[in-house]
């Protein structure tokens, strides 16, 4: 199958939704070699993934991926996953300052959320790789990452947070991730993982770089029929929602798509500089995030307030966005939001003394 379906793309012709699950269940049994896998994902990246791509795909992740159980009130928040290559590099940063990118604002926004009473699951790769992602700004803060299905759903009950970074969970659609890993560049495989967050099946907010690919999320969370659906998109090639700019909001429900465009104006926030919600190392973003949470005022803050209030208002938790951006004040300003950072590492790092912890980075790299 995968033979046939790479001449088809290579052709520029679109694979259906069926035949898109069967060739990535190729990939993840194992019966694509590396090779073929590594030809036909570029080949799909080449010619523009479809929606009917996306989601069979996905399926296909779906499919094996262990099923958690999880409150029937806890969403999803992810965001595109991409590579920090020089090719990712050149289309995801401001034009300006090309070597500078944004701190970790969906990060500082989780905390916020469940300081708010969310229940929220993220999903994530670990990876070695030495550029500043979530999962190392989080290692930043004192946060431990490879925690069993038991730990995760202690944090979901204790502090309203689940990082499902663990490779227990994502073992059996390791080939496809590996195979992401050795091509370095964006493709459909950067999309899977958020759309197959195991929070999906009550609601799901996703972060896209670009317009494009915000579009090709919606309706792949429609057809995949995610009840509740949130695609935000930032000018300038921010996945977030911004306070420098317009932001781009894609609303998914069973009866269809709506767009809409915010301006921070909108909910009386000031407009920033884009330098002003600029980050640095692991070690400099997990500082930013510390002190919002310990109250300094400014456009970073104004940021994680914004996509708190729209997240907040999208899945029913306020009546409209001036009330999610009233509750995202108070989470940050009563000190709510910075307790649950100190409790999620506090529990993650005691899992590691009990014995309730995933095989380690090291370990994996020296087996």
Request: hydrophobic content about 40%; some cysteine; glycine content about 8%.
């Amino acid at each position: 199958m995968i033979q046939e379906a790479l001449i088809r793309a290579v052709g520029g012709d679109d694979l259906s939704t069926a035949e898109a699950q069967a060739v990535m269940e190729e990939i993840l049994d194992g019966r694509a070699s590396p090779m073929e896998a590594s030809a036909y994902i570029s080949a799909i990246q080449a010619k523009g993934p479809t929606v009917s791509e996306v989601v069979g795909s996905a399926r296909a992740f779906q499919k094996r991926l262990p099923p958690l159980e999880l409150d029937p009130e806890t969403f999803g928040v992810d965001r595109e996953e991409i590579h920090l290559d020089e090719e990712t590099l050149r289309r995801t940063t401001h034009p300006s300052r090309a070597t500078t990118r944004t701190f970790n604002i969906s990060t500082a926004t989780l905390f916020v959320l469940a300081a708010s009473g969310c229940r929220v699951v993220r999903t994530g790769v670990l990876s070695n790789s030495s550029y500043v992602g979530s999962e190392h700004v989080l290692r930043a803060l004192g946060i431990g990452l490879e925690v069993t299905a038991s730990v995760l759903g202690r944090c979901l009950r204790e502090v309203g947070v689940g990082l499902l970074y663990t490779p227990i969970y994502h073992g059996p659609i390791r080939r496809a991730m590996e195979v992401r890993s050795r091509l370095g560049i964006r493709s459909i495989l950067n999309l899977l993982l958020p759309l197959t967050n195991p929070a999906s099946k009550t609601a799901l907010c996703v972060g896209a770089y670009d317009m494009g690919t915000a579009r090709l999320l919606a309706e792949a969370m429609r057809e995949m029929g995610i009840p509740q659906g949130l695609v935000v998109h930032g000018e300038e090639t921010l996945d977030e929602a911004t306070v420098t700019g317009r932001s781009f909001l894609f609303r998914v429900s069973p009866d269809g798509i709506s767009q809409e465009e915010l301006i921070p104006e909108d909910l009386g926030l000031r407009r920033g500089r884009p330098e002003e919600i600029f980050g640095g190392d692991a070690r400099e973003n997990a500082e930013i995030i510390r002190r919002i949470l310990d109250g300094e005022k400014g456009p970073r803050r104004d940021v994680v307030l914004l996509n708190a209030a729209l997240v907040l208002d999208a899945f029913g938790h306020a009546t409209d966005l001036k009330e999610g951006l009233e509750q995202a004040v108070d989470a940050l300003d009563s000190g709510a939001a910075k307790e649950r950072l100190v409790q999620l590492s506090r529990i993650t790092n005691e899992a590691l003394f009990t014995r309730e912890w995933g095989p380690t980075l090291l370990e994996r790299q020296t087996r």
